[in-house]
């Protein structure tokens, strides 16, 4: 289904996007992921901003409103929200509405996949210490896999 066409189920006038996180975070997130706590916040947040509405109103100028609320906005340190962890917030519902499309058969397309993630700066490169050098070497030298002190520059 491309964007622009409607399609409308009765699903779609009866559930809103906060029964699908629900439904989500009931059933789908496991609470022994190491980011649990994480994926949880991420969720409650579109839940609460978007929760209310619809189905059959969630659209791509929406999800894009959140995104700039959420990148205006700062975490619970006062701290504004990096590109990377908007990503990750929209990484989170991403994967309640492909979930909805392929197995919940919900919508017929994720609005999702019309938005453009947010450039993300590239990682930094972190040195090792002199100390983490030289732990490095000696646990190298003294494993099995002779390989591994080949490797290190």
Known sequence: MKSGQSYETTEMRRYTIGDLIGRYIENELSSTKKNYKTLLGQLLWWKNEIGQSLLIHLKEDLIC?????LVKSTDRFGRKRSASTTNRYFSALSNVLTLAVREWRLIPYSP???????????GRDRLLSRDERVRLLKACQESTCSALLHCIP
């Open 112 to 122: 999702m996949k019309n938005i453009r993630k947010l450039s993300e700066p590239r």
């Open 65 to 69: 409103k959140c995104r700039d609320k």
